[in-house]
């Protein structure tokens, strides 16, 4: 990793990075933990300065000199969850004061774990450090007593989960205000049942950004949200309309070669749809399927088990590292077809296709919808081996349903499905980790869009 903190903090120059060598820090440590504060006989080493994840961050002056370090990484042994701690935070004594030291360490630790992936950062400070990582913005748990000396629990709160839902979908209770999509017994769905029909209509569209940049990756795309939307209803899938906007009749011919390659290997025709030229790129895309009995995205109670099916086939996007996970590329049509009959076989009571607003984002959408709330259980998400929990929990996942309540045993062909949380009464989403805390992950509902009947 490049330099993560250069900074002008007074005279001289300070400058943050990950150590190479130990040395100089470990020496550093004893000085101020063994000789200068007696909180430990000998040494202060641990078995997290053995975990070889572990990075310790050192604040460097111009000249080299060694004036404090903190070390950061995840919290327990085996997979890492996103649950990063600091600590052994120590800053020389001659160093102390004007230059801010360790306040700036702090904030370099934090901005570490994050990048990392985090989604929990604690740290356990001796208590007459509590008010200064308070004004830095972090939260005080409890008091606990480390080697007979007061200290407090903290923890910097990740808002990487809130963020991305308050961006994506918090807005559309307000605008969506007595329009009544899908009617009051599917409030917040991903299609829309076709009054008087057994049609589900579903619609989304792609981001012009993206259209203009990966044009065919943004037509195969427009096939698979939709598709996912219809899936997650129980709906199979009987055909597309799409709307294509680009500068030229070249730009206009690789988003409909993406189209035309998705649609094909899902099998689902192109019944028609409108092109335009010489405009900014756009597309969007309405896929029409058929359910006898749709499954609703609100059917969830609180006491109902959560599940994830997600396939975990695939790598990150190319130029969409920790956003879009493609697990769809390169399976067969069978493999597909199986994926997209998933919820259709197992009637679960509550359904709801991972979208834009991640794993943890639309577990709120599906609580929402069923008038309460959910508790994730970090451990237990099923998660691609190459993927940061904090990038998995926030990215679109390619395949990924999220059901709960009573369901019928179903094959999701090169899926995986783990029970990974519960609904619970309330509003918003908790995650819960390994040591059994909760955090929170989405404050309150969604989108605001209410409840289903």
Request: hydrophobic share 45%; charged share 20%; proline share 8%.
């Amino acid at each position: 990793m490049t330099d993560l903190v250069p900074a002008l903090l007074g005279a001289p120059r300070l400058l943050i990075r990950p150590a190479e060598a130990l040395g100089d820090y470990h020496r550093l440590r004893t000085r101020v933990f063994v000789e200068e504060q007696g909180l430990f006989a000998g040494s202060d080493r641990d078995d997290r300065d053995d975990d070889p994840r572990t990075v310790v961050l050192e604040a460097r002056a111009a000249d080299g000199t060694l004036l404090g370090g903190v070390r950061v990484g995840p919290a327990a042994d085996g997979p890492d969850l996103g649950w990063w701690v600091g600590g052994r935070l120590a800053v020389d004594p001659a160093a102390r004061g004007a230059q801010r030291i360790g306040p700036a360490l702090v904030r370099a630790a934090c901005a570490y774990a994050e990048q990392a992936g985090a989604l929990r950062f604690d740290a356990t400070v001796q208590a007459r450090w509590q008010r200064m990582f308070e004004r830095l913005g972090w939260r005080a748990i409890r008091p606990v007593t480390i080697a007979d000396r007061p200290h407090v629990l903290m923890r910097w709160p990740i808002g990487r989960i809130a963020a991305l839902v308050e961006a994506t979908k918090r807005p559309l209770g307000g605008l969506l205000r007595g329009m009544n999509p899908g009617g009051p017994a599917y409030v917040g769905d991903d299609g829309a049942p076709v009054p008087g029909s057994d049609l589900i209509a579903a619609c989304d569209a792609i981001l012009p950004s993206m259209v203009e940049r990966d044009p065919d990756w943004a037509g195969w795309c427009a096939v698979l949200v939709n598709v996912n939307d219809l899936a997650a209803m129980g709906a199979t899938p009987v055909g597309l309309l799409n709307a294509v906007g680009a500068r030229d009749a070249a730009a206009a011919a690789r988003i409909l070669g993406g189209l035309r390659r998705a649609a094909a290997a899902y099998g689902v025709p192109v019944l028609g749809g409108h092109t335009q030229l010489g405009v900014p790129a756009a597309l969007s895309a309405t896929a029409l399927g058929r359910a006898e009995r749709p499954v609703p995205g609100g059917g969830g109670r609180p006491g109902h088990t959560v599940r994830l099916t997600a396939d975990l086939g695939g790598g990150w996007r190319p130029g969409y590292h920790g956003r879009q996970w493609d697990s769809t590329s390169r399976r067969t049509a069978a493999e597909l077809r199986a994926l997209l009959g998933y919820v259709a076989a197992a009637r679960p009571a509550a359904a709801k296709d991972v979208s834009m607003a991640g794993i943890a984002g639309t577990l709120g959408m599906l609580a929402e919808a069923g008038g309460c709330a959910a508790v994730l259980d970090v451990a237990a998400v099923p998660r691609p081996a190459g993927a940061a929990m904090g990038d998995w929990l926030t990215c679109f996942p390619g395949f990924a349903m999220l059901t709960a309540g009573p369901a019928a045993p179903a094959s999701a062909g090169p899926a995986v499905t783990a029970a990974c949380g519960e609904l619970v009464p309330g509003a918003g989403v908790r995650l819960r980790w390994p040591d059994g805390e909760l955090t929170e992950a989405v404050d309150g509902v969604v989108t605001g869009l209410g409840a289903a009947a």
